[in-house]
């Protein structure tokens, strides 16, 4: 099975809203950084945001502050992306990634989820 794996991916019109959920298990799951990124077609992957364990933290890349949230419910070893007033240049892969450092950087992650597109349609 997967570490982390997630979920909510899907085509929505610009201004629409989307919540992604990534689920971890594992070694993963004992990460105290939980971060997302993203990747469109041609584009390096970026950061979007991270969270610290006890939600004490948390870190946004420029382009998405104010639009997106990132939580996390230890409980469920999940972490969430809420993604409101999407716009065309959201559309990308997002990914779920797992971190022992705070860091918007990917070198700093060691565990990854498979991917979950997001579509955003004008």
């Known amino acids: 099975q997967a570490q982390l794996v997630e979920s909510g991916g899907g085509l929505v019109q610009a201004g629409g809203s989307l919540r992604l959920s990534c689920a971890a298990s594992g070694r993963a799951s004992t990460r105290y950084f939980r971060g997302w990124f993203r990747q469109a077609p041609g584009k390096e992957r970026e950061f979007v945001a991270a969270v610290y364990w006890d939600n004490s933290s948390t870190a946004y890349a420029d382009s998405v502050k104010g639009r997106f949230t990132i939580s996390r419910d230890n409980a469920k070893n999940t972490v969430y992306l809420q993604m409101n007033n999407l716009k065309v240049e959201d559309t990308a892969v997002y990914y779920c990634?797992?971190?022992?450092?705070?860091?918007?950087?990917?070198?700093?992650?060691?565990?990854w989820g498979q991917g979950t597109q997001v579509t955003v349609s004008s």
């Open positions: 990634a797992a971190s022992t450092v705070v860091s918007r950087s990917v070198q700093s992650y060691d565990y």
